[in-house]
């Protein structure tokens, strides 16, 4: 991957994101891509080496990276493991995971993350659940006992006024969520790594073209929505999931007057503005970049 630094930020600050890229390899499936789609995954891994990205797009990368170094320096105790990357063969590649601290006693592993208010103000919390099951699901299989998992989240656009007036804002900037871990968790999570590392290995030789095209969830679609519309009025009277929805409400509110109803096509955020590897993917150019 190549660093430009169109914005002509200061040298530390391009030496620091140049410095801590390293090319992926073929065999070694990350955590992190277990919550990616599969096609996502292998175009990153191929043209990683064409890949350009620019200093100025990568602050909040420094400012999580510099998060966890600060919690790092920090000395463990005794009943303490961080930083510590344990790995998994299943069947020709190697799962690979590296949590930020396990507390023997507790028998808790922590991971750190740095957010948007949104992320609580939605209470989407799925993807750290499934990152931090599968820390989980390593620590046992290299024989540690653990009974759940925490996130400690740092949220970047805190406001101290929102958290005054607004009932659903985070009271802090700083919130920890958990999760339980037990055996039933624990087989849930051994079949959705077993069938996901297989469903990654399947397509290793596949085309860019023939890759899986990524889930609505992986690719964050909003959905699509039916809107029941009145004559050439812009606004909705009516904003439903699906068309039978649609139809049957507009017969169900005749005296409101809808007249047609009009598909509105969800939008696919990370392939717009969150996927590093778009430019290769068909599924983008044809789809979301026209």
Request: glycine share 4%; net charge negative.
């Amino acid at each position: 991957m190549k660093i430009t630094n169109k914005k002509n930020l200061p040298a530390p600050m391009f030496n620091f994101v140049n410095n801590d890229k390293q090319a992926p390899k073929d065999n070694v499936i990350r955590v992190t891509d277990l919550n990616k789609g599969i096609r996502e995954t292998w175009l990153y891994k191929r043209h990683y080496n064409e890949l350009e990205q620019d200093v100025s797009e990568m602050i909040w990368l420094m400012f999580g990276t510099a998060f966890h170094d600060v919690v790092d320096q920090a000395e463990e105790k005794d009943h303490q493991i961080k930083e510590t990357r344990l790995e998994e063969r299943i069947g020709n590649l190697i799962l690979s995971g590296k949590f930020d601290l396990y507390d023997s006693k507790r028998k808790i592993v922590t991971d750190y993350k740095t957010c948007s208010v949104w992320k609580f103000k939605f209470g989407d919390f799925g993807d750290w659940e499934r990152q931090t099951s599968i820390y989980c699901w390593l620590l046992r299989k290299a024989g540690f006992e653990v009974v759940g998992a925490e996130i400690v989240a740092l949220m970047k656009d805190h406001s101290k006024s929102k958290a005054r007036m607004e009932a659903d804002y985070p009271d802090l900037p700083t919130q920890t969520i958990h999760f339980p871990y037990d055996d039933k968790k624990h087989e849930e999570t051994e079949q959705f790594i077993i069938s996901k590392m297989a469903a990654i290995e399947a397509a290793m030789d596949l085309s860019d073209e023939e890759l899986p095209l990524c889930t609505e969830e992986e690719r964050w679609h909003s959905g699509d929505k039916y809107a029941v519309m009145k004559n050439k009025n812009k606004r909705a009277l009516r904003l439903l999931d699906s068309e039978e929805e649609a139809e049957k409400w507009m017969e169900e509110n005749s005296h409101k007057g809808g007249t047609h109803i009009e598909h509105r096509k969800g939008i696919s955020r990370k392939c717009q503005d969150y996927c590093s590897v778009c430019e290769f993917c068909d599924y983008y150019k044809n789809e979301v970049e026209e």
